[in-house]
C-alpha cells in the first residue's frame, strides 16, 4: 500500500477500503505522511466525497488513532450531548445538572470555544475555582456519587483529527460532510458514553447555513453511530439569533442559573427539554418523550436541578456562593446601551455577527492563544420578531476597555434590523434524525 495509489483511488471516485483508510490515518498519524500527500488526499475526499462505509471506517480509524476512555465503572447507561456550535449557546450548563437530577449518569469530555465566543470549558471557569482538569479517576468518581461530571478532553484523544483538522483548516476542505462528521464523532465515541444526543445547529450564527446541509450532517452522524453500535439522536435547532439573552462566559453562568430555577429564556428551556427528554430516552430512565418532558419540568419546579448544579461545582472546586449569589460572579467595569433608532419590529438579527461583537469586547479567541475575558459580552434586551419603539434599549454592552465598547456598539447598530411589517416567527426546532429515519417538525 502507498499514498500514491490512494491519492489516484480517490480522485478517481473510488471506494476506499478500511485497510487503506487506517494506513492513512495511522502513518499520517506518526509522521510517516507528509503533508502534501495527506493534502491531496483531502481535496480529492473533498471533491469526490466519501460514502457511508468509508466515513464510518475513517471515524472508526481516528477513534483508534490515540487514547479511548473507558467509562464502564460508572454505574448505569452513561449520556452525553454534543452541540455543533452556536452563539449564546449555554446549553449544557443547564442540561447537565437538570438530566443528573433526574438520575442519569451524564459524563460530558467538553472542549473550548476558538470564535465567536467561548466554549463549555470557558464559561464554567468564569466560576471562581472550578476545575476542569480532572483526573480520569475523579471524573467517574464525580459521575458515580453526583452524577455529573465536565472536564476537557485529555491531550491523546484522536491525535488523528487534530493534525488533520490543522490541514483542513488551511486547504480549505473544512467544508465536507464527512470530514465534519468523522471529525465530530470521533471525540465523542473516544470519550466513552453509551448514548449521545447531537445538537446540529443551522442559520447565521451556525456551521452549517442551511437546512439541507444540516439535515444531512444530522443524517451522516447518526449513520456513524449505527455503524459502530452506538444510540445517537440527532436534533436539528435554530441558530439564526442567539440562544436566550446572554452571550459571553460569566453573563452565560448567571442565565444558566436563573434557566435551572425555572426563571430562563423560553427558547433556552424548550431546547434543552427537548434535547434532555431524548437524552433520558437513550438512557432509559422514561419510555417515551412526554414522560422524560414531565420529569424533566418537575426537576425545574423542585429545585433539584438547581441542587445538582451546585453539587457539581462544589465537587469540581467551585465557589458554590457564586452560584447562590450571581452577582459575585465577575462583572465587566462598564455597561453601555443599545438603543432603537427607530420604532418597528426587530426583522434581523444575525447571530454570527452579534458573536463577533461579543468577540471584539473579548468574550471569545480569535487564536488558541487568546486571552477570554470572561466578565465581557453582550444582554439582549429584545430578540428577533419583537415589536421596539424609538429610544427602547434593544442590548446592553458589557466590557473593560471604551475602545472596544464603541466599536461593539457601532457594529451592533447595523447588524440588528428594525422594519415596519412583522415576519413569520422561525421554528426553533426543524427536526430530529435517530436511527430510523428523519422526523420533520
Do not use: W
Amino acid at each position: 500500500m502507498n499514498m500514491y495509489e490512494i491519492i489516484k483511488k480517490k480522485r478517481e471516485g473510488n471506494q476506499l477500503s478500511k485497510e487503506e483508510i487506517n494506513y492513512f490515518i495511522e502513518n499520517y498519524t506518526n509522521g510517516n505522511i507528509p503533508d502534501y500527500q495527506a493534502a491531496a488526499l483531502l481535496m480529492a475526499i473533498y471533491f469526490k466525497k466519501m460514502n457511508k462505509k468509508e466515513t464510518v471506517n475513517l471515524t472508526s480509524a481516528m477513534l483508534n488513532s490515540g487514547e479511548k476512555i473507558n467509562l464502564t465503572s460508572i454505574e448505569g447507561i452513561k449520556v452525553d450531548k454534543h452541540s455543533t456550535g452556536g452563539v449564546g449557546d449555554k446549553t449544557t450548563l443547564v442540561l447537565g445538572p437538570l438530566v443528573a437530577a433526574c438520575g442519569l449518569p451524564v459524563a460530558k469530555m467538553s472542549g473550548r470555544g476558538l470564535g465567536h465566543t467561548g466554549g463549555t470549558l470557558d464559561k464554567l471557569e468564569a466560576i471562581e475555582g472550578l476545575d476542569i482538569n480532572l483526573s480520569k479517576d475523579k471524573f467517574i468518581s464525580n459521575v458515580n456519587k453526583i452524577k455529573l461530571a465536565v472536564a476537557g478532553q485529555t491531550a491523546n484523544i484522536t491525535p488523528a483529527d487534530k493534525k488533520l483538522y490543522a490541514l483542513r483548516d488551511v486547504t480549505a476542505t473544512v467544508d465536507n460532510v464527512s470530514l465534519i462528521a468523522s471529525s465530530i464523532m470521533s471525540k465523542k465515541l473516544a470519550s466513552g458514553s453509551d448514548a449521545i444526543v447531537l445538537d446540529v445547529k443551522v442559520g447565521s450564527g451556525a456551521f452549517m447555513k442551511d437546512l439541507d446541509s444540516a439535515f444531512e450532517l444530522a443524517k451522516e452522524m447518526v449513520d456513524i453511530g449505527k455503524g459502530m453500535d452506538k444510540d445517537i439522536i440527532a436534533i436539528i435547532s435554530d441558530m439564526d439569533e442567539p440562544l436566550g439573552y446572554a452571550i459571553g462566559n460569566a453573563l452565560e453562568v448567571r442565565e444558566a442559573i436563573e434557566t435551572l430555577k425555572g426563571n430562563g429564556p423560553k427558547d433556552l428551556l424548550e431546547l434543552t427539554f427537548v434535547l434532555g427528554s431524548r437524552l433520558l430516552l437513550l438512557g432509559k430512565k422514561v419510555k417515551t418523550v412526554e414522560e422524560g418532558y414531565k420529569l424533566l419540568k418537575t426537576a425545574i419546579e423542585d429545585g433539584s436541578a438547581f441542587i445538582k448544579f451546585k453539587e457539581f461545582v462544589k465537587a469540581q472546586g467551585g465557589n458554590v456562593s457564586q452560584i447562590n449569589n450571581p452577582e459575585l460572579l465577575p462583572k465587566a467595569s462598564k455597561v453601555i446601551e443599545l438603543r432603537a433608532e427607530k420604532s418597528g419590529y426587530i426583522n434581523e438579527m444575525n447571530a454570527e455577527e452579534i458573536g463577533r461583537c461579543a468577540l471584539v469586547l473579548g468574550a471569545g479567541r480569535e487564536t488558541k492563544e487568546s486571552q477570554i475575558d470572561i466578565s465581557a459580552g453582550i444582554i439582549l434586551n429584545k430578540k428577533k420578531y419583537d415589536k421596539v419603539t424609538k429610544g427602547e434599549i434593544i442590548a446592553y454592552l458589557h466590557g473593560n476597555n471604551d475602545k472596544k465598547l464603541i466599536e461593539a456598539l457601532n457594529r451592533m447598530k447595523c447588524i440588528i434590523k428594525i422594519t415596519k411589517d412583522n415576519k413569520k416567527k422561525k421554528k426553533l426546532i426543524y427536526g430530529i434524525v435517530d436511527k430510523n429515519g428523519t422526523v420533520n417538525i
